[in-house]
């Protein structure tokens, strides 16, 4: 048996679900990494930090997953764009060249990249195509921390206003100055009237945890087939389809799970942990993770 010499696992309470050491330890064997593994701990924001102080220098990162993509931002400093201006990481990478006892660490924020990719790479494959009239307005569902992430990602997919939907409004009218800092224009409504929404709306972000957007999926039910012209990023991906996705498509409309945004905002993670360049990633590793995700979903 190889010895392990290199580590990386993701942390979060609960991650008994998380799909994530598959993803990762598929990509190592693809990239011929025989000596590293990745695995998860269930850390919730108390014990974060012992953790990391405890990690030794075998450890090249982090994947972040609720509730701790605030909590490990004191820890380090942000490594890109996204990280610096949400304040939000689900990525840190340890850089222990400075010999010192504790690494320095990076942080990334990854899922910006993982929405937008998950998205515009499900409609290049399934040849869906947004029309034009309501292409420029996107809603989110939900207003937590992957929100502020899918307001980003939104802000590079040409929209220019973004309804939020919220059982919470106050949490949701806190994100207005983020979208408006992209110059997009910005509503809240309440769950409710998401069905009379919809039906101007170009890309749909749900961020609400698994089940909590089944209310939603039966509100929705009552539309007519063929009333909705956006596409519908969920992302839980568990339980496979979602009922919101399986309305949805039901409707007559396209439809894309988490395990895409995972799957996208995951690989940008393996080439800052195993110091590979974005150029130098095996040809088509999307479709080799993409291959064993199917195998166990």
Same mark, same amino acid.
Do not use: C
């Given at each position: 048996?190889? /010895? ?21 330890? !598929? $990509? ?13 701990? /269930? ?18 990162? %982090?994947?972040? !997953?609720?509730?701790?993509?605030? *909590?490990?931002? =004191? ?15 689900? !990525? ?16 990334? #924020? *990854?899922?910006? +990249?993982?929405? #937008?990719?998950? &998205?515009? #790479? ?10 034009? /009239?309501?292409?420029? #307005? ?8 992957? +929100? ?25 009218? +806190?994100?207005?100055? %983020? ?17 009379? +929404? ?8 749900? !961020?609400?945890?698994?089940? $909590?957007?089944?209310? *939603?999926?039966?509100? &929705? ?6 009333? &909705? ?13 979602? /009922? ?9 409309? $396209? ?20 110091? *590979?360049?974005?150029?130098?990633? =095996? ?13 166990? %979903?």
């Amino acid at each position: 048996m190889t /010895e392990i010499r290199h580590r990386a696992a993701v942390l979060g309470k609960p991650i008994s679900h998380s799909l994530s050491p598959l993803i990762h330890n !598929t $990509a190592y064997k693809a990239m011929g990494l025989a000596d590293w593994f990745y695995d998860s701990h /269930e850390i919730d924001e108390r014990s974060l930090a012992d953790f990391v102080g405890e990690l030794d220098s075998s450890w090249h990162g %982090l994947s972040l !997953t609720m509730p701790l993509k605030k *909590t490990i931002m =004191p820890m380090g400093e942000p490594a890109n764009r996204w990280a610096e201006k949400l304040g939000v990481a689900n !990525t840190a990478v340890f850089d222990w060249s400075t010999g010192a006892p504790n690494p320095r660490i990076r942080l990334y #924020n *990854t899922d910006v +990249a993982g929405i #937008n990719l998950a &998205l515009t #790479n499900a409609m290049k494959r399934h040849h869906v195509s947004v029309p034009d /009239e309501v292409r420029s #307005n996107g809603l989110i569902i939900g207003s937590g921390s992957t +929100a502020t992430s899918a307001i980003a990602a939104l802000s590079t997919m040409q929209v220019q206003h973004v309804t939020i939907a919220a059982r919470h409004p106050e949490k949701a009218h +806190a994100l207005a100055p %983020l979208a408006q800092s992209f110059g997009m224009s910005v509503d809240v409504i309440a769950m409710g009237q998401i069905p009379e +929404a919809v039906p101007n709306i170009g890309i749909v972000i749900s !961020t609400l945890p698994s089940r $909590a957007a089944d209310s *939603t999926a039966v509100q &929705l039910e009552r539309l007519q087939k063929g009333s &909705l012209p956006g596409v519908l990023l969920d992302v839980v991906y568990s339980p496979r389809p979602s /009922e919101l996705i399986r309305v949805w498509r039901q409707l007559g409309a $396209a439809a894309v799970g988490g395990e895409e945004m995972l799957l996208y905002q995951a690989i940008p993670q393996i080439a800052y942990m195993t110091g *590979t360049d974005f150029d130098k990633l =095996p040809p088509h590793l999307d479709s080799t993770i993409r291959a064993a995700l199917e195998e166990v %979903l």
